[in-house]
């Protein structure tokens, strides 16, 4: 029996046949998934003929991330690349940088005693994203007076979701396209680039290798690397985890010769089919020797899957499955302990490590104890479309997306999550993570509360929320930019005290003026804050500092606009979301664009310091 899907799209409707055929049939994928819309004459429809003088690589790259991404999504990887080998031409790229791009000098400069920095998710262990008044070199005196310093674009990418990082003058970042590329921080000029076999969203992490620096981050079809930060020489490559879906979002962090990997995937999004059995993919952490890239030790967040039963079109099930890891692992020196938040579970049964977070101890993987917030939380994207592979008595899908954060109040310590339940937790890390205060910060929902990172100083903890809006319900496949979002619901940024949780003070968010396609209020990147104030992105495009005394706006700057960029490739700003912005040594870094949820796109990373200097 073969079951039709259909999914809408911002250049026509598209019938999927679900059936099953041989991913390396790229001709028969190509008729089964594209050939209703490309093999018509449409103006606004790319014939086959053209795809046919495109490069595979760069059809890849827009089904992966691209324009076409709405429709790839429940295809796996082999299927992707079946069809972009069907249709396009062999060959690399031209090249996507003039000569004029490049630096005068053919690396960068690496020091160890480098003033400044911000490596990885956070500057520090405890995931707080505060970066110190030295190493910000920017006050909140002077946030006022940001402009932009420079714009750089990412050739052929409608999606800047890579997050940044920066040591001794050098920024890294990864792309959509799969290209990581190391920048003057200061300039924008490039040292070199790298090409990864998938794209690259997490952000890459400078550590010591005895001789130098590396430079380690992993990629979204599963790959994790280890380069010389120097030149973007490969040194090793491993893949993670053996499950086909699998995809390495959070970003990861390094101690005592050990980098941690955290592991999601995309088997949630596959379960739309249903032709797919869902669900086999288990959260985990691999341990991994930076040395050489060998293996310490890899601790899975639930049991092995087993089948479980079938679906109302005769597919097998499987579960327990999910409890992915999508953020950076938390470490906490005094205790040996790695801290974890968890997602959801894909299918049943429901397990006590979703919706949780889990410690581990640092040295061997062995759990040493978990809280969960959500029981029985098991959901799938089948879910919102009455698919036959939605779990029966689904959850609400509140994932720990976000990293939980390890901070001192009061005389003692606290580890602080925030979850799309709308809820942030703070937890006692010497009590098995006794829930000690709860705090409600929005109305929490599939795309609500706390999506991508809270940030902390001394005083308190600030929680901005998501909580989007769509005037109409999108069925099927997420539509790739242009969504029509409610352009007043949704956002808000609130401070909670450390030690209670009690609310310090609430900024209201900043409805959409005038509304455009894929503008909302909404606050679902991740925060950063210095020394009085705390900057936050949002959908609507904008970048607002506001003030950590009383949440009054300090600074405003609408990144939708078209750059003039430092390595000659056009750009366009969008939606902030995902990463969120980077302060070092009196500069500000920031992503643009991110049509994943129907948000705007665009491909700019730009900075800001004070009057653009």
Not at 196 to 208: F, Q, T, Y
Request: hydrophobic share 40%.
């Amino acid at each position: 029996m073969r079951f039709l899907l259909r999914f809408a799209t911002s250049c026509c409707a598209v019938l999927i046949w679900a059936s099953f055929l041989p991913a390396q049939d790229g001709a028969a994928l190509y008729k089964q998934h594209c050939a209703a819309c490309h093999d018509q004459i449409s103006p606004r429809i790319p014939p086959r003929s053209a795809l046919q003088r495109v490069s595979s690589k760069r059809i890849l790259r827009t089904l992966d991330f691209g324009l076409m991404m709405s429709i790839a999504y429940p295809l796996r990887r082999e299927e992707r690349e079946a069809i972009a080998n069907f249709l396009g031409t062999a060959g690399e790229d031209a090249a996507p940088f003039p000569s004029s791009a490049f630096c005068p000098e053919k690396e960068p400069s690496l020091l160890s005693t480098a003033s400044a920095s911000w490596t990885g998710w956070s500057p520090t262990f405890a995931n707080t994203r505060f970066q110190s008044a030295q190493d910000a070199g920017l006050t909140v005196a002077q946030v006022p007076n940001l402009k932009l310093k420079w714009a750089f674009g990412f050739p052929g990418d409608i999606i800047a979701f890579g997050a940044p990082t920066i040591r001794s003058g050098a920024l890294f970042t990864g792309s959509a396209s799969g290209t990581v590329h190391a920048l003057n921080a200061k300039t924008g000029c490039l040292y070199w680039t790298f090409q990864a076999n998938g794209p690259v969203r997490s952000a890459p992490l400078i550590v010591e290798n005895g001789t130098g620096y590396s430079l380690a981050f992993g990629d979204q079809i599963g790959w994790f690397y280890l380069l010389d930060a120097r030149n973007g020489k490969l040194l090793w490559k491993q893949r993670i985890h053996d499950h086909e879906a699998t995809r390495l979002t959070g970003s990861p962090v390094f101690h005592n010769g050990v980098v941690f990997v955290p592991a999601a995937s995309w088997e949630e999004t596959r379960s739309i089919s249903p032709e797919y059995a869902c669900c086999t993919f288990r959260g985990s952490i691999t341990a991994l020797r930076i040395f050489d890239g060998s293996l310490v030790w890899k601790t899975y967040l639930v049991e092995p899957s087993r089948k479980t039963g079938v679906t109302a079109n005769g597919k097998p099930t499987f579960g327990p499955s999910g409890a992915p890891v999508w953020s950076t692992p938390t470490v906490d020196e005094k205790r040996g302990v790695l801290y974890v938040t968890t997602g959801d579970n894909y299918s049943m049964p429901a397990t006590s490590t979703s919706d949780a977070v889990v410690a581990l101890q640092l040295n061997t993987g062995q759990i040493l104890w978990s809280q969960q917030t959500m029981l029985g939380d098991a959901f799938n994207n089948s879910c919102p479309v009455r698919g036959p592979n939605c779990p029966f008595d689904a959850g609400p899908d509140f994932d720990f997306a976000s990293s939980a954060l390890l901070v001192s109040v009061g005389g003692r310590e606290l580890l602080i999550a925030g979850q799309k339940s709308g809820l942030v937790y703070a937890f006692d890390p010497d009590r098995k993570g006794k829930i000690l205060w709860q705090a409600r910060v929005g109305k929490g929902g599939v795309t609500g509360g706390v999506q991508w990172g809270m940030t902390s100083d001394d005083r308190n903890v600030y929680a901005a929320v998501s909580d989007v809006v769509r005037k109409q319900l999108i069925t099927g496949a997420k539509v790739v930019g242009g969504s029509d979002f409610d352009p007043i619901q949704g956002g808000g940024l609130t401070a909670l005290q450390l030690k209670d949780g009690n609310k310090a003070w609430f900024a209201p968010s900043y409805p959409c003026t005038p509304p455009r396609p894929g503008c909302s209020p909404a606050q679902s990147a991740a925060l950063t804050c210095i020394s009085g104030a705390v900057f936050s992105g949002s959908l609507d495009g904008h970048l607002r500092a506001f003030s950590t005394e009383d949440g009054h706006l300090l600074w405003d700057f609408d990144t939708v606009r078209d750059y003039f960029t430092v390595n000659g490739v056009p750009a366009k700003g969008g939606s902030i979301d995902g990463a969120g912005p980077v302060v070092v040594d009196g500069v500000l870094y920031v992503n643009s664009g991110y049509p994943r949820l129907g948000g705007m796109p665009g491909n700019a990373l730009l900075a800001f310091s004070v009057d653009g200097k």
